[in-house]
């Protein structure tokens, strides 16, 4: 198959599952789109496509902030670092019976700081 060939059997198979929808906008309301679009760091199309999705689903739009995404991913972190320790924790309790309770508890304690300063940041 020839390249041509490929790209032309491409489009007619991409052209039956998706459909591209163009439509004009007034001035005011492109540059209103872009402006909320720049607010989540997303491009005017994709914030656009969030929208259309949102409002077919019938249900609000989800679109994050980069802060608010920094947050989330921050609190995922910690809560990984949580899970992770109690884990290696556990592991080590099954191999040798004996846990020195203290590392688990100023492992927890290390994580509550870190929750209460994420905490702070909201």
């Known amino acids: 198959m020839t390249t041509t060939e490929y790209q032309k059997a491409y489009k007619k198979s991409y052209s039956q599952k998706n ?41 609000s739009v989800t679109i994050l902030t980069q802060e608010k995404q920094e947050i989330i991913n921050e609190y995922i972190r910690i809560s990984r670092g949580i899970a992770n320790n109690i884990n290696q924790i556990a592991h080590q309790t099954n191999i040798t019976e ?12 290390n994580y509550e700081e870190e929750f209460k300063k994420l905490i702070q940041k909201i």
């Open 98 to 109: 004996q846990i020195d309770i203290s590392i688990l508890i100023n492992a927890l304690k």
């Open 19 to 59: 459909k591209i929808v163009t439509f004009p906008l007034s001035i005011p309301f492109y540059d209103e789109l872009k402006r909320r679009a720049i607010l989540f760091d997303v491009s005017v199309n994709t914030y656009a496509k969030n929208i259309v999705n949102g409002s077919l689903n019938s249900s």
